[in-house]
């Protein structure tokens, strides 16, 4: 059983002061599960490493089953672009929240991941980027415009800087009601983590995933 002592706890102010600085309707646009979920999880990732592709293609669909679906954890993503090793990182961020912006934020969250092995090694990625509102039902001027906006570009800034203000030094990293789980871990480590964040929010022993 992992122990909320063996994570790596960060001295900081809660993150959601930190990383919910925006307005809360960009977040919306970014989350999954139920408002009124007991537990929060601040995933701080980057489209272009492949331990997140590795998260977010094998692991996060059993957590959305398990624990986001039946309301358990409400679930968020802020983008953690390491522009200094992913030279499209943040071109890749900024076309999901333009997707946001037209509430397909996972559809093409999900591409992204899904294609990384074929953009990430581009010369100029911006093409394919574009090419991919089709596939996920994009208006395309709106979408343009979005990334021609200044504002688009200072957004991902502040989900990065918030992002290290909380402690996050590399990806993924979760912020989990207080702690931070560093690393693409397998299921069975988000299980115990989440089960017992869980219990100790309901004020109940530890059960499995999708007990309510």
């Known amino acids: 059983m992992v122990e909320l002592r063996f994570w790596v706890w960060g001295a900081m102010t809660l993150v959601p002061l930190t990383l919910s600085a ?11 599960g139920s408002p009124q979920a007991p537990v929060t999880v601040y995933e701080m990732s980057d489209f272009q ?24 954890v409400r679930w968020v993503f802020i983008n953690f672009p390491l522009t200094s090793i992913h030279q499209h990182a943040s071109a890749a961020a900024e076309l999901a929240l333009c997707a946001g912006e037209q509430r397909r934020f996972w559809p093409v969250h999900d591409l992204l991941f899904q294609h990384q092995e074929t953009w990430a090694p581009l010369k100029e990625a911006g093409p394919f ?15 343009l415009a979005c990334l021609e906006s200044p504002e688009t570009r200072k957004r991902v800034r502040a989900d990065a800087e918030g992002a290290a203000r909380s402690g996050a030094s590399s990806t993924p990293t979760f912020y989990i009601e207080g702690g931070l789980l560093e690393g693409a871990q397998p299921i069975t480590v988000f299980r115990q983590v989440l089960d017992s964040v869980y219990a100790s929010k309901k004020g109940t022993g530890a059960r499995g995933p999708g007990t309510r």
Not at 22 to 32: F, G, I, V
Not at 56 to 72: M, S
Not at 129 to 143: E, H, I, N, Q
């Open 129 to 143: 980027f574009v090419s991919l509102a089709d596939s996920a039902r994009l208006s395309k001027p709106t979408l």
């Open 22 to 32: 925006q307005s809360t309707a960009p977040l919306e646009t970014r989350s999954k």
């Open 49 to 72: 490493c492949p331990y997140c592709r590795e998260f977010a293609l094998q692991t996060f669909p059993q957590l959305e089953r398990d624990y986001i679906r039946p309301g358990k």
